[in-house]
């Protein structure tokens, strides 16, 4: 639990507290963790593996994010008594510790570092769900996946700078995410990879966030490949 970025520093007493109320939980690939309606009421912190949230549409399905190790999601559950709206797969065989939302409501009340922590992670989500959205309706598709690599890669440091993508996500889940189809994709990747922004590194997509970085917002690329 010292590990997770949403508890760290948080006293031994507490994480006690949290730790006595926790359950431990495991879940094979494609397994679905809570779908809309299903009751908000737990935190969920990623041990290892990878989860999926996406929403259903007339459409097909929308990926709201992944999440990997040190992650956590399923927030809403202690800042509301509303019902789940989205769907929580397991992208990859995962486990995960389940905190029940009275037992994180105490810890909340009584801790203002936990709550500011928790406010953040809120507001975090919702703006890169909108900054997704925009991107989505308006961007080409290069800026789109340089923009959604960034995000994904956002707080796992790798060496020299650099972040990464562990486990790295296939060519299908990138294409989901950033909304594309798989052969534009292997195009975008490719072409992203030439010029340094990605690079394969065994189980692991290493990401030159500098590299990235030069792609968002880039005239000469909005002209190209969309």
């Known amino acids: ?16 507290q949290l730790a006595a109320a926790s359950a431990c939980l495991e879940f094979q690939r494609g397994a679905t963790i809570y779908e809309p309606g299903d009751a908000a009421d737990t935190l969920y912190a990623v041990v290892g593996g990878r989860v ?24 809403e559950s202690v800042l509301s008594d509303m019902p789940r709206e ?12 389940a905190f029940p939302r009275v037992a994180l409501a105490v810890l909340v009340a009584a801790d ?48 020299c700078g650099r972040l990464q993508i562990a486990p790295a996500l296939s060519m299908a889940e990138l294409a989901d995410y ?11 990747i490719e072409r992203l990879a030439d010029a340094g922004v990605i690079v394969a590194d065994g189980h692991a997509q290493i990401i030159d966030p500098d590299a990235a970085a030069r792609f ?7 002209r190209e490949l969309h």
């Open 178 to 188: 950033v909304g594309s189809s798989r052969i534009a994709m292997y195009e975008a």
């Open 52 to 75: 999926r949230r996406y929403r259903s549409t007339a459409r097909g399905t929308i990926t709201l994010g992944y999440h990997g190790a040190r992650e956590c999601f399923g927030e």
């Open 86 to 97: 989205s769907f929580a797969e397991a992208a990859l065989p995962c486990k995960l510790l």
């Open 216 to 222: 968002l917002h880039s005239e000469e690329e909005s």
């Open 1 to 16: 639990m010292r590990k997770q970025p949403l508890f760290e520093g948080l006293a031994a007493r507490r994480l006690g």
């Open 112 to 159: 203002a570092r936990l709550r500011t922590r928790l406010l953040d992670l809120v507001s975090a989500r919702l703006r890169s769900a909108e900054a997704r959205l925009v991107l989505r309706l308006r961007a080409p598709l290069l800026e789109r996946t340089a923009s959604a690599l960034l995000e994904l890669a956002a707080g796992h440091p790798h060496r």
